[in-house]
């Protein structure tokens, strides 16, 4: 799906909503994030909210229906807050009660070991060298542990939440 069938598809969700005209459709390129609501207030419209989906990630997924369901995601989020005045962070019982409403999985949609997504898109990759366990995770910021164990050991810094060995690291690009 190409970023404006992407886009089209995203206003025809918005548009079935009660209070449409208060929400607005954004991209981004946000590595670390693949959706997020905002609330803002607007002289003369009142509490408005953002809906902002990451480019990056539409180009990363492997498949659309997981991006789709961060868009449902982040609309549960506003529809939580505008129905309810449920901050617009929380997961708890509205936001599931919305997000079920929508169409989206009541739960955190992305993950950074995601196997939807094409990890060679991020600048690093972190994996597990168990070849029982396919963990791996994308990054494009490294910090100060990892940056040290791709220079100096590649095996010592943080440990595979699966099966407790050390994370190996590799710079894709």
Same mark, same amino acid.
């Given at each position: ?6 886009e089209q598809w995203?206003?025809?969700?918005? =548009?079935?909503?009660?209070f %449409? ?8 390129? #946000? &590595?670390?994030? !693949? ?9 003369g419209e ?16 492997r ?12 609309l549960?989020?506003?529809? =939580?807050?505008?129905?309810? %005045? ?7 019982r509205? #936001? &599931?009660?919305? !997000? ?6 009541p ?14 898109k ?21 910090g ?30």
């Amino acid at each position: 799906m190409t970023k404006d069938e992407f886009e089209q598809w995203a206003l025809s969700q918005i =548009a079935k909503l009660d209070f %449409s005209d208060h929400v607005y459709f954004g991209w981004s390129n #946000w &590595k670390s994030v !693949a959706g997020m609501a905002t609330r803002t207030y607007r002289r003369g419209e009142g509490t408005v909210y953002l809906i902002t989906i990451s480019e990056f990630y539409l180009d990363t997924f492997r498949d659309i229906e997981s991006i789709k369901d961060t868009l449902l995601h982040e609309l549960a989020h506003a529809m =939580a807050n505008y129905h309810n %005045s449920i901050p617009m962070s929380s997961h708890g019982r509205e #936001w &599931k009660f919305y !997000a079920t409403v929508l169409g989206a999985k009541p739960q955190r949609c992305f993950h950074a070991n995601n196997k939807n997504l094409d990890l060679s898109k991020f600048k690093y990759t972190a994996y597990c060298p168990n070849p029982d366990c396919d963990t791996s995770y994308g990054f494009s910021r490294m910090g100060k542990l990892w940056r040290y164990n791709l220079e100096n050991d590649p095996t010592d810094g943080y440990e595979c939440a699966l099966c407790n060995l050390h994370m190996h690291v590799r710079k894709n690009f």
